[in-house]
């Protein structure tokens, strides 16, 4: 089956801690996107990757980071910088206009 | 900037009746308009878009919704809701310049039987 596999779907960090979320497309998009959920804020654009080996910041990056080495594969980083990290993520590609997949997200918590 | 506005967090409503859920969009650019719907703990699935063509487009579950440039508006509408259309849906407009979606606040739909 073709599709967007998020991991783990639940988390749980500790304060000071590093956590990395894994988002893998079998979809063959160039582009891919983490978003970030938060009740009644709809969804903020993290990063974005147009390509392979090329990334942008979106609206709120700040104490977050991206890799892009495969097509296939980009893992989010939440870092200790990243105040409020307890959200619901999303990552999603694309590959026509606007027609972006989504996976089936990953809860963080902080505890 | 583009910007989408939901002007609805929440909209209420009897099984079998209709529903609007409202959604308004700032562009001065060519605007691409997407409407999805999200399931609890679940990620977003397309209901629907408009990238150019008739104002009126129909999605799936029996939705549509009308582009109005003049109001600068997209609305999503549906005659006869169902209890399994209880969800959070989301309006949404494209970046061109970063080719990322811009989304809403959303507006959670909450079919009553």
């Known amino acids: 089956d073709g599709g967007i596999t998020q991991s783990p779907k639940y988390l749980f960090r500790k304060e000071g801690q590093n956590v990395t979320l894994s988002c893998e497309q079998n979809?063959?998009?160039?582009?891919m996107y983490w978003y970030r959920q938060d009740p009644g804020q709809g969804l903020r654009l993290i990063y974005y990757?147009?390509?392979?080996?090329?990334?942008q910041k979106g609206d709120i990056a700040e104490g977050y980071s991206v890799s892009r080495e495969k097509k296939e594969s980009f893992p989010l980083t939440v870092t200790s910088a990243q105040k409020n990290p307890t959200a619901f993520y999303l990552c999603a590609s694309s590959m026509e206009t606007g027609r972006a997949f989504f996976g089936q997200g990953t809860r963080l918590t902080v505890v | 900037a583009q910007s989408v506005t939901q002007l609805d967090s929440q909209v209420p409503v009897f099984e079998e009746a209709p529903v609007e859920l409202r959604c308004n969009y700032s562009s001065s650019v060519s605007v691409y308009l997407f409407w999805y719907v999200q399931y609890p703990n679940q990620g977003l699935q397309l209901l629907l878009k408009?990238?150019?063509?008739?104002?009126l487009v129909k999605g799936i579950n029996g939705f549509e919704a009308e582009f109005n440039k003049s109001q600068t508006s997209f609305h999503l509408r549906k005659p006869s809701v169902h209890i399994s259309d209880t969800a959070e849906y989301f309006c949404?407009?494209?970046?061109?310049?970063?080719?990322?979606?811009?989304f809403g606040s959303g507006t959670r739909l909450q079919v009553q039987p």
């Open positions: 949404a407009s494209l970046d061109t310049g970063r080719r990322a979606l811009t």
């Open positions: 979809l063959n998009h160039d582009a």
């Open positions: 990757s147009q390509i392979v080996n090329d990334f």
């Open positions: 408009y990238l150019s063509g008739s104002t």
